[in-house]
């Protein structure tokens, strides 16, 4: 207990955090930017001070955005009357009324604190997401966890979205930044020195690792001394060839991919192929381009 609970244990509530209204006075918040402002303080607010003691502060904090302290895990916090609260908890409190378990945020990105962006989430679907996905302990990227379940070792998660399952924890860091620079580029990246089209490379050749049967490229399983190609569309499989080479069976699924569901594909190779140079393909299984069109151009592997 600080000497500001001793002196006004009415400001706080029983689990230690300043009582909302406390924070309605201490703090304009705008629910529609996110941004916070400390107000200012008459001379009740104040445990120990002198005549000049809320000038001084007014002066030099009144009107100023509020700092806040960043956790290894990217999230905001602020320090009020000595206590540690979480930002998003303050936004929250402030907005509502009153505090909630857990926050979570609609688009990943944990510095916007917009009250649109933030959402009330229980401890048990805390819980219950950490048992069936991973822990993110001892990982020392952002978006990056351990997978409990895989023969992957990390996979990459943007919140809600899962990014892909990876051998190591660069590959899964690399395509957690690849993802947020394309949709959320305000989001906390990791820091990583990298070439852009050298990590599409690797992210792309890290995400079919361990996936699948016993090759690292997407489509292509090793059968004895030979890698066999084949592709899924419309719930059928579909043969594509015996290779020697394992990264000629990833070239043979790339150019299947191309044909039959088109420029969005998911390629192994940084290199797209030109569809028209491929070796002669099956034929596409009837209905297949209503198939694609309804799943939005991705195939079912």
Not at 150 to 176: D, N, V
Request: with cysteine.
């Amino acid at each position: 207990m600080n000497k500001y609970q001793e002196a006004h244990p009415e400001w706080f509530d029983e689990k230690g955090r300043v009582q909302p209204w406390v924070l309605r006075e201490l703090i304009d918040y705008n629910p529609e930017t996110g941004e916070m402002r400390w107000k200012e303080r008459g001379k009740h607010w104040f445990v120990v001070c002198g005549e000049r003691g809320p000038a001084s502060w007014n002066s030099r904090w009144a009107g100023k955005p509020v700092g806040f302290a960043v956790s290894s895990l990217g999230y905001l916090g602020m320090s009020i009357f000595a206590k540690y609260h979480p930002a998003s908890q303050v936004c929250w409190a402030i907005k509502t009324g009153q505090y909630v378990e857990n926050i979570s945020y609609d688009d990943c990105d944990t510095r916007n604190l917009s009250f649109s962006n933030l959402y009330e989430i229980s401890q048990s679907a805390l819980t219950h997401r950490s048992n069936t996905i991973g822990s993110s302990i001892d990982i020392m990227f952002y978006g990056v966890y351990k997978s409990f379940n895989s023969k992957s070792k990390f996979f990459a998660k943007y919140f809600k979205k899962r990014i892909g399952t990876f051998h190591t924890e660069e590959g899964a860091a690399l395509a957690y930044n690849l993802y947020v620079m394309e949709h959320a580029p305000n989001a906390i990246k990791n820091d990583i020195d990298y070439d852009f089209a050298e990590a599409t490379e690797r992210a792309a050749r890290e995400k079919a690792l361990g996936i699948r049967g016993s090759s690292r490229f997407r489509g292509v399983v090793k059968r004895n001394d030979r890698f066999v190609a084949r592709i899924h569309i419309n719930r059928k499989q579909i043969h594509l060839g015996s290779y020697e080479s394992e990264q000629d069976a990833a070239d043979a699924y790339d150019r299947a991919a191309l044909k039959y569901l088109g420029p969005t594909a998911y390629l192994n190779l940084a290199v797209r192929p030109e569809p028209e140079l491929a070796p002669a393909c099956p034929p596409v299984p009837e209905s297949v381009s209503e198939a694609v069109a309804a799943k939005g151009g991705r195939d079912d592997f």
